[in-house]
């Protein structure tokens, strides 16, 4: 029997290794999946795209705010993976009357570090999950070499459009924009705030304008209108939403991609 503790504090407890997993991340079924986990997954999201194969493999059991609780019972799970920011309250306590609920919250490196260790205990991948850790921290550590000469810039993240939301602090993507000497428009709000384009200070300069491209698929087009709000200094781009927003082992493709970013800007 052994005793593990989550990241938002919850200990479970287990006869054996969990062998039955139900992944409700997106991000962390590309990790479990990364950690050599993949016949151990049972259930996915309609969101779990990576890798590509798993949607036709596994049961898709719905969505990452709303799930088919029939269907992850009929699965028998061992485990089910949520995670703070991506899964609400309500459902995790619906789904403790199936099985024990391992809730990650992952809004730094650090513990995106500890999520990795975290499953590599819990699934008996501690070799996998170490070697994961190791190569993101050299990742990490070439990138911020890197990053070193590239002078900040003042720039706003879009998520959302109708009603317009952007990444505030306390959140992940707001970690990535301080990794990438990008310093957020709106640092002074929490979380992901909606925002009126009507009340922006022109005055206040802005560098850039990233346009995610998820949750909300924002396009060229939709940079016109928001521009216009910011000044004419400003400069809208389209940016990949996954390279922002995603934890795990994504996290090594993104330091390639920040760096793409920065040469083409």
């Known amino acids: 029997m052994k005793q593990f503790k989550d990241q938002i504090g919850n200990i479970h407890t287990f006869n054996s290794t969990p062998k039955r997993i139900v992944s409700l991340v997106p991000s962390q079924t590309e990790l479990l999946y990364d950690l050599g986990l993949e016949e151990n997954i049972v259930g996915i999201t309609k969101f779990c795209v990576h890798p590509f194969h798993l949607k036709s493999t596994k049961k898709i059991v719905g969505g990452?705010?709303?799930?088919?609780?029939?269907r992850i019972k009929l699965l028998e799970p061992d485990i089910i993976i949520c995670n703070k920011e991506e899964n609400t309250q309500g459902m995790v306590e619906?789904?403790?009357?199936?099985?024990?609920?391992?809730?990650?919250?992952?809004?730094?490196?650090?513990?995106?570090?500890?999520?990795?260790?975290?499953f590599g205990q819990?699934?008996?991948?501690?070799?996998?999950?170490?070697k994961w850790n190791d190569k993101l921290a050299?990742?990490?550590?070439?990138?911020?070499?890197?990053?070193?000469?590239?002078?900040v810039r003042k720039v706003a993240y879009?998520?959302?459009?109708?009603?317009?939301?952007?990444?505030?602090s306390g959140t992940f993507i707001d970690e990535l924009l301080k990794l990438n000497h990008f310093q957020n428009y709106f640092v002074s709000l929490e979380r992901y705030p909606e925002i009126d384009l009507e009340k922006i200070d022109e005055e206040n300069e802005l560098d850039l304008i990233l346009l995610s491209s998820e949750p909300f698929p924002f396009k060229t087009e939709d940079g016109y209108e928001i521009v216009k709000?910011?000044?004419?200094?400003?400069?809208?781009?389209?940016?990949?939403?996954?390279?922002?927003s995603w934890h795990g082992s994504r996290l090594i493709k993104a330091l390639e991609y920040f760096k793409f970013l920065h040469k083409s800007i």
């Open 138 to 151: 050299f990742a990490l550590s070439d990138f911020k070499k890197f990053i070193n000469n590239i002078p």
């Open 94 to 118: 619906e789904l403790q009357e199936i099985c024990p609920v391992w809730v990650t919250n992952v809004a730094s490196f650090e513990s995106n570090f500890q999520m990795i260790t975290d």
């Open 64 to 70: 990452t705010k709303n799930v088919h609780y029939d």
């Open 229 to 244: 709000s910011f000044g004419d200094n400003a400069q809208a781009i389209l940016v990949d939403g996954e390279m922002f």
């Open 158 to 168: 879009f998520i959302w459009k109708n009603p317009y939301m952007v990444a505030g």
């Open 122 to 130: 819990v699934f008996d991948k501690r070799t996998e999950a170490r």
